[in-house]
């Protein structure tokens, strides 16, 4: 959803979703911007793409309800946790990589027919 778009552009996007999810995912860019203006001087959030955010799975904390019974394993609850990662990358880099790409998926490869022996 917010993949190839800019940062400011990502999290104004995200704002709009009205779901309990959304609340990390907007500190999460928030947070990537401000370290990208702090360590590497990056003025504008508009500069900067999104190139990777990712959503894993971490541990899981296991407690037992003793008012649920000790049948078919419905007596633990499990507290899921999950890990984000967010990569971004300055725009002028993606412009340049897209257009080695262009160059690269212009090239194309024939193979030749093979006869009746596959030789």
Excluded: C, W
């Excluded at 725009?91 to 998926?105: G, I, M, P, W």
């Amino acid at each position: 959803m917010a993949v190839g778009l800019p940062a400011d552009r990502a999290l104004a996007l995200i704002k709009q979703v009205r779901r309990q999810s959304a609340r990390p995912i907007i500190k999460l860019i928030k947070q990537a911007i401000a370290n990208a203006q702090n360590n590497f001087k990056i003025s504008e959030p508009g500069n900067l793409l999104i190139s990777r955010l990712e959503v894993g799975e971490g541990p899981r904390m296991k407690r037992r309800d003793r008012f649920h019974g000790a049948r078919f394993d419905s007596g633990i609850i499990q507290k899921k946790i999950y890990h984000l990662s967010l990569v971004m990358e300055p725009k002028e880099d993606r412009d340049q990589k897209e257009d080695t790409k262009k160059k690269v998926s212009r090239t194309k490869i024939v193979k030749e027919p093979r006869g009746k022996n596959g030789q």
